[in-house]
């Protein structure tokens, strides 16, 4: 239901050629599902950082393709540049973004790595979470020596590549090896000061960054044994940090790599930097994102500032992604849009517009058209979205009734449950009709042989089948949903009794409507022992849906 969403950042040995640039960036975006996110260039390095997102799979083929095409333009042999670097794609991450693990990730780094070796005769290494073995984990370690040493490297048994040849050969000359991984997001962040002292800045970097600053007596550095100069550590843990002046805004800026955000996240990065700075008399004003954001990270900023103001975090993710860009100033040097700097919304940009994204009358005027769809099934499926949403603003407004402060983690967890209901029947609202469009397009297929026909039979069956699947889905997920309804009309507020017994009401509609989807759609399905099964489910769902509107008008007639 939720899409997997992976980040890679190739890093390419070239960053003069603008040509070469575009031709090795643009290959991944014929990967349908992929959006080219960035290419970003520098001369000095010679070296081109590119970002793209998309699926897992996608994800792995766009950036074999973009391996396989950098390897054909960029020889290796003739390079040269600032940045250390061992190959044409130097170096290729892959990021978890949404709805999938570094476990996983690390996986699909696996499976491209095998493929590049395999299919391309390109050797390399996997570091960080896809390492081997723990030696192979820096990826500095691994480049050591670089591209002018990979011949004496590939001679010794230790630097066996995880992938590809063991051998120095034509290949490696021309394309040298490559590093592929699986890591964390990377946050570039800067907290802005009401200051231009860069002194200032440094001092409060120091403060928050995990490497601190060198420990002084006297003025002079402290050193160990080792003649290395000690250090205090900072507060946060994977963040480097320095100050500096920012001329085109005139103000001083605390300037972060957030080098893994489930550790330290944007939010603790600007609440630290923020108490550092009032301690040594300045303020923060704002803060700045380079780059973009997964949604993850804007969403837990608010229920970070949410739960210190003892506010439901039980609310939409527009109004959260809201708090967010207010409470770190995002917005302070210029805007900032949501659409364009978070992740998966810069994904959805050009995707079809769907059932859920129309105006309300848009919706209606959708539905009352001779188009077939949406039908009843995506009309039950929004009904229940609705519903549960009325039980929902009821623990929204419980939480923040005068004098119940004691409870609002109680209102909040009740308001979070119903908005996962929501994005669940939201999101079946264009699964109803997707479902019904299968069918449709079994019906289009060809039947002009007898192997033809039994695809298309089952093309049917199998369409059919989904059909029935997703309004069983809307029942389940309605029926469960009037527990949000029914316990704000017991603890909630009692002046909104009526709001809570009219999204029962939805969610029972919403099940009723479904149920009809289910046995109107099971008697076309061959498989009468799904069919048979499914809808003697469905009934069940039912008639625990009836009961729950019997003890809610029970509610209402004793209290109103």
Same mark, same amino acid.
């Given at each position: 239901?939720?899409?997997?969403?992976?980040?890679?950042?190739?890093?390419?040995?070239? !960053?003069?050629?603008?040509?070469?640039?575009?031709?090795?960036?643009?290959?991944?975006?014929?990967?349908?599902?992929?959006?080219?996110?960035?290419?970003?260039?520098?001369?000095?390095?010679?070296?081109?950082?590119? @970002?793209?997102?998309?699926?897992?799979?996608?994800?792995?083929?766009?950036?074999?393709?973009?391996?396989?095409?950098?390897?054909?333009?960029?020889?290796?042999?003739?390079? /040269?540049?600032?940045?250390?670097?061992?190959?044409?794609?130097?170096?290729?991450?892959?990021?978890?973004?949404?709805?999938?693990?570094?476990?996983?990730?690390?996986?699909?780094?696996?499976?491209?790595?095998?493929?590049?070796?395999? *299919?391309?005769?390109?050797?390399?290494?996997?570091?960080?979470?896809?390492?081997?073995?723990?030696?192979?984990?820096?990826? =500095?370690?691994?480049?050591?020596?670089?591209?002018?040493?990979?011949?004496?490297?590939?001679?010794?048994?230790?630097?066996?590549?995880?992938?590809?040849?063991?051998?120095?050969?034509?290949?490696? +000359?021309?394309?040298?090896? /490559?590093?592929?991984?699986?890591?964390?997001?990377?946050?570039?962040?800067?907290?802005?000061?009401?200051? @231009?002292? @860069?002194?200032?800045?440094?001092?409060?970097?120091?403060?928050?960054?995990?490497?601190?600053? =060198?420990?002084?007596?006297?003025?002079?550095?402290?050193?160990?044994?080792? !003649?290395?100069?000690?250090?205090?550590?900072?507060?946060?843990?994977?963040?480097?940090?320095?100050?500096?002046?920012?001329?085109?805004?005139?103000? =001083?800026?605390?300037?972060?790599?957030?080098?893994?955000?489930?550790?330290?996240?944007?939010?603790?990065?600007?609440?630290?930097?923020?108490?550092?700075?009032?301690?040594?008399?300045?303020?923060?004003?704002?803060?700045?994102?380079?780059?973009?954001?997964?949604?993850? =990270?804007?969403?837990?900023?608010?229920?970070?500032?949410?739960?210190?103001?003892?506010?439901?975090?039980?609310?939409?993710?527009?109004?959260?992604?809201?708090?967010?860009?207010?409470?770190?100033?995002?917005?302070?040097? %210029?805007?900032?849009?949501?659409?364009?700097?978070?992740?998966?919304?810069?994904?959805?940009?050009?995707?079809?517009?769907?059932?859920?994204?129309?105006?309300?009358?848009?919706?209606?005027?959708?539905?009352? +058209?001779?188009?077939?769809?949406? !039908?009843?099934?995506?009309?039950?499926?929004?009904? !229940?979205?609705?519903?549960?949403?009325?039980?929902?603003?009821?623990?929204?407004?419980? +939480?923040?009734?005068?004098?119940?402060?004691?409870?609002?983690? @109680?209102?909040?967890?009740?308001?979070?449950?119903?908005?996962?209901?929501?994005?669940?029947?939201?999101?079946?609202?264009?699964?109803?009709?997707?479902?019904?469009?299968?069918?449709?397009?079994?019906?289009?297929?060809? %039947?002009?042989?007898?192997?033809?026909?039994?695809?298309?039979?089952?093309?049917? *069956?199998?369409?059919?089948?989904?059909?029935?699947?997703?309004?069983?889905?809307?029942?389940?997920?309605?029926?469960?949903?009037?527990?949000? +309804?029914? %316990?704000?009309?017991?603890?909630?507020?009692?002046?909104?009794?009526?709001?809570?017994?009219?999204?029962?009401?939805?969610?029972?509609?919403?099940?009723?409507?479904?149920?009809?989807?289910?046995?109107?759609?099971?008697?076309?399905?061959?498989?009468?022992?799904?069919? *048979?099964?499914?809808?003697?489910?469905?009934?069940?769902?039912?008639?625990?849906?009836?009961?729950?509107?019997?003890?809610?008008?029970?509610?209402?007639?004793?209290?109103?």
């Amino acid at each position: 239901m939720n899409k997997q969403l992976i980040e890679c950042v190739p890093n390419i040995s070239e !960053g003069r050629d603008i040509d070469k640039i575009n031709t090795i960036a643009n290959v991944v975006k014929t990967i349908e599902g992929i959006k080219l996110l960035d290419v970003d260039p520098g001369k000095a390095t010679n070296r081109t950082v590119i @970002t793209f997102v998309g699926e897992p799979e996608q994800v792995v083929k766009a950036a074999f393709l973009l391996i396989q095409k950098a390897s054909e333009l960029i020889d290796m042999s003739k390079q /040269t540049g600032e940045h250390p670097r061992f190959g044409a794609t130097d170096v290729c991450p892959l990021v978890p973004i949404a709805n999938i693990s570094m476990e996983e990730t690390a996986k699909y780094a696996h499976k491209l790595g095998k493929r590049v070796g395999e *299919e391309l005769g390109i050797s390399g290494y996997f570091y960080e979470n896809a390492a081997t073995s723990e030696d192979r984990k820096n990826l =500095a370690t691994i480049r050591s020596g670089e591209y002018e040493g990979l011949k004496e490297k590939l001679s010794k048994p230790k630097w066996k590549p995880d992938f590809g040849p063991a051998e120095y050969n034509k290949q490696v +000359s021309s394309s040298g090896v /490559t590093a592929i991984s699986a890591r964390d997001f990377l946050i570039a962040y800067n907290v802005n000061l009401n200051s @231009t002292s @860069t002194r200032r800045a440094n001092a409060i970097a120091f403060d928050i960054r995990e490497n601190g600053r =060198a420990k002084l007596v006297d003025r002079k550095k402290v050193l160990d044994k080792n !003649g290395e100069p000690e250090r205090i550590p900072g507060k946060l843990k994977a963040v480097k940090g320095i100050g500096w002046f920012i001329e085109e805004y005139g103000v =001083a800026q605390i300037s972060y790599n957030l080098t893994n955000i489930s550790i330290t996240s944007m939010h603790e990065a600007f609440y630290e930097t923020d108490k550092s700075a009032t301690e040594r008399g300045l303020r923060v004003t704002g803060s700045e994102l380079v780059g973009l954001v997964p949604l993850q =990270a804007m969403l837990d900023c608010a229920d970070f500032y949410l739960k210190k103001q003892q506010r439901s975090l039980g609310i939409s993710d527009a109004e959260k992604i809201k708090i967010a860009i207010k409470s770190l100033g995002l917005d302070d040097l %210029k805007p900032f849009n949501p659409q364009e700097r978070i992740i998966e919304y810069v994904m959805n940009s050009d995707a079809d517009k769907k059932l859920i994204d129309f105006t309300v009358s848009g919706f209606a005027e959708e539905t009352a +058209s001779e188009s077939m769809a949406p !039908g009843g099934g995506s009309i039950s499926a929004y009904v !229940g979205a609705l519903g549960v949403s009325l039980g929902t603003m009821v623990a929204n407004i419980s +939480s923040h009734k005068a004098g119940w402060d004691s409870q609002w983690e @109680t209102f909040s967890k009740w308001a979070e449950k119903g908005q996962k209901y929501k994005n669940e029947l939201l999101f079946l609202v264009d699964e109803d009709t997707n479902a019904f469009n299968k069918i449709i397009d079994g019906y289009r297929m060809p %039947k002009t042989n007898s192997e033809e026909i039994e695809v298309r039979k089952q093309a049917i *069956e199998d369409a059919t089948i989904y059909a029935t699947e997703i309004p069983y889905k809307v029942m389940e997920v309605a029926a469960n949903s009037i527990e949000v +309804s029914l %316990k704000m009309m017991k603890i909630g507020l009692k002046s909104s009794l009526s709001d809570a017994g009219v999204g029962i009401l939805c969610a029972k509609t919403a099940v009723t409507g479904a149920y009809f989807n289910v046995r109107i759609n099971a008697k076309d399905i061959k498989n009468r022992e799904f069919a *048979e099964e499914i809808i003697e489910k469905a009934e069940a769902i039912y008639q625990k849906t009836i009961v729950l509107e019997n003890e809610m008008m029970k509610i209402i007639n004793e209290n109103i």
